[in-house]
């Protein structure tokens, strides 16, 4: 019987709802996902039965168990506006909260349902209402790029610098999605453009990392700090050429961004870095993940940087804590002329990294002869194995056949020979 309704409730029948009620079956039964019928004719959009069910007295504040919403999340999701009103009318909790502690007004920021915010804010939803992660609807609005949603969320006086978790403000959510339009709305409603996270993270080191240069324009004609550093050390120019946002790191230069040692190594500017490590920079700092300026510059593959850093003294075989070496990341970059720079000033040719790998398993995987002859000229292991047992002559005979390829077997097999 119970299948029967359900299957009457998911098409919007009416009538058939009606008998299976007459019959006894309560208004209010739940699936085993704890969905009323209103619940289902709610996500099914079946408007006409959920005015039905309201108005035959379906219990308006019950949640389902998936995620707790109560009948209100669900209409406010699907933009039912009609129901929302229908629902408010007749008691249904406007600030009711599901599993995460979100209520019907986060959803319909969630969703950017703009007229479905005014309607809630207009019947007592609490505009200010945090979720389990502290996070308001505006945070929400900012999050999803709706900047109609925002509009009426600053109209009716939200909180422009309220606080998620870590300290996170909606103004460095829409700066971390590139929603300048939405920054500029939030500037001009009074948001405090220099707020920063539990990391020291501010708004203009979210734009920076996402690259959107509209939106890291608003918020330095907004009054940003333009050289403020995080709890890593990174400026917001640093945050821009680490994610390789060049175009941006380049413009917030000419706005007056200062380099420092790191941004000067991860934008290639050699005179920078050479002028920076006179002045007294530490050519070993570390980074995140134990990054060194080295390891930068490998990954990069910036040759002319790599001397400059070490003839100050970088330290050739330092490790992030992934364990990886400068000569790695440049290997792993593809970056086959760094890699030469690092070896022909003495990098170890046989330091181990993840997976017991030499820089000669990762060369012969990538077929590049040259690079290979020149780790076996200076004494690269032949012979040695991976975590796996392989050695580099295993893995390139694992390979397609190719006229590199078969230059790199016959020089392993040479070598083997020699030893």
């Given at each position: 019987?119970?299948?029967?309704?359900?299957?009457?409730?998911?098409?919007?029948?009416?009538?058939?709802?009606?008998?299976?009620?007459?019959?006894?079956?309560?208004?209010?039964?739940?699936?085993?996902?704890?969905?009323?019928?209103?619940?289902?004719?709610?996500?099914?959009?079946?408007?006409?039965?959920?005015?039905?069910?309201?108005?035959?007295?379906?219990?308006?504040?019950?949640?389902?168990?998936?995620?707790?919403?109560?009948?209100?999340?669900?209409?406010?999701?699907?933009?039912?506006?009609?129901?929302?009103?229908?629902?408010?009318?007749?008691?249904?909790?406007?600030?009711?909260?599901?599993?995460?502690?979100?209520?019907?007004?986060?959803?319909?920021?969630?969703?950017?349902?703009?007229?479905?915010?005014?309607?809630?804010?207009?019947?007592?939803?609490?505009?200010?209402?945090?979720?389990?992660?502290?996070?308001?609807?505006?945070?929400?609005?900012?999050?999803?790029?709706?900047?109609?949603?925002?509009?009426?969320?600053?109209?009716?006086?939200?909180?422009?610098?309220?606080?998620?978790?870590?300290?996170?403000?909606?103004?460095?959510?829409?700066?971390?999605?590139?929603?300048?339009?939405?920054?500029?709305?939030?500037?001009?409603?009074?948001?405090?453009?220099?707020?920063?996270?539990?990391?020291?993270?501010?708004?203009?080191?979210?734009?920076?990392?996402?690259?959107?240069?509209?939106t890291v324009q608003a918020l330095i004609a907004g009054g940003a700090a333009i050289n403020v550093q995080d709890k890593l050390g990174r400026s917001p120019l640093a945050a821009a050429a680490l994610e390789g946002h060049k175009d941006v790191a380049k413009w917030m230069v000419s706005k007056g961004a200062e380099h420092d040692l790191l941004t000067a190594v991860l934008l290639g500017d050699v005179s920078a870095t050479s002028r920076l490590l006179a002045s007294g920079s530490n050519v070993n700092a570390t980074y995140e993940s134990k990054y060194t300026v080295l390891h930068y510059a490998a990954?990069?593959?910036?040759?002319?940087?790599?001397?400059?850093?070490?003839?100050?003294?970088?330290?050739?075989?330092?490790?992030?804590?992934?364990?990886?070496?400068?000569?790695?990341?440049?290997?792993?970059?593809?970056?086959?002329?760094?890699?030469?720079?690092?070896?022909?000033?003495?990098?170890?040719?046989?330091?181990?990294?993840?997976?017991?790998?030499?820089?000669?398993?990762?060369?012969?995987?990538?077929?590049?002869?040259?690079?290979?002859?020149?780790?076996?000229?200076?004494?690269?292991?032949?012979?040695?194995?991976?975590?796996?047992?392989?050695?580099?002559?295993?893995?390139?005979?694992?390979?397609?056949?190719?006229?590199?390829?078969?230059?790199?077997?016959?020089?392993?097999?040479?070598?083997?020979?020699?030893?």
């Amino acid at each position: 019987m119970d299948s029967d309704i359900w299957s009457a409730a998911k098409a919007g029948d009416i009538k058939g709802v009606t008998e299976w009620l007459q019959k006894g079956v309560d208004i209010n039964v739940q699936n085993d996902k704890g969905f009323t019928l209103l619940h289902g004719a709610l996500w099914c959009g079946r408007s006409d039965l959920a005015i039905y069910l309201i108005k035959a007295g379906a219990d308006l504040n019950l949640a389902e168990k998936i995620a707790g919403y109560s009948p209100l999340h669900v209409a406010a999701m699907k933009g039912m506006e009609s129901i929302v009103s229908a629902l408010i009318t007749k008691g249904a909790n406007v600030n009711a909260v599901d599993k995460d502690q979100g209520t019907p007004l986060h959803t319909a920021a969630w969703e950017s349902q703009a007229s479905i915010v005014a309607l809630l804010i207009s019947n007592g939803a609490d505009i200010n209402a945090k979720n389990k992660d502290g996070l308001t609807p505006l945070h929400v609005a900012a999050a999803r790029c709706c900047p109609e949603v925002v509009k009426v969320l600053l109209d009716k006086k939200a909180k422009v610098d309220s606080l998620a978790a870590h300290g996170v403000t909606p103004l460095m959510f829409a700066a971390n999605e590139g929603c300048h339009s939405i920054v500029r709305l939030l500037l001009k409603a009074g948001a405090n453009v220099n707020l920063s996270d539990s990391g020291s993270v501010t708004s203009l080191h979210a734009a920076a990392f996402s690259g959107d240069l509209s939106t890291v324009q608003a918020l330095i004609a907004g009054g940003a700090a333009i050289n403020v550093q995080d709890k890593l050390g990174r400026s917001p120019l640093a945050a821009a050429a680490l994610e390789g946002h060049k175009d941006v790191a380049k413009w917030m230069v000419s706005k007056g961004a200062e380099h420092d040692l790191l941004t000067a190594v991860l934008l290639g500017d050699v005179s920078a870095t050479s002028r920076l490590l006179a002045s007294g920079s530490n050519v070993n700092a570390t980074y995140e993940s134990k990054y060194t300026v080295l390891h930068y510059a490998a990954r990069e593959g910036y040759g002319d940087v790599i001397r400059r850093l070490l003839a100050a003294g970088a330290r050739l075989e330092a490790r992030t804590e992934f364990d990886d070496t400068p000569l790695f990341l440049a290997e792993l970059s593809g970056h086959w002329n760094a890699a030469r720079v690092l070896v022909d000033n003495g990098a170890n040719v046989n330091a181990r990294v993840s997976g017991g790998c030499t820089p000669l398993h990762y060369a012969v995987s990538d077929g590049d002869p040259e690079f290979v002859k020149l780790l076996l000229s200076k004494h690269a292991d032949v012979n040695a194995h991976d975590e796996d047992g392989e050695t580099p002559l295993d893995l390139a005979k694992r390979d397609k056949p190719s006229e590199s390829r078969s230059r790199i077997i016959k020089m392993l097999e040479e070598a083997m020979a020699r030893h």
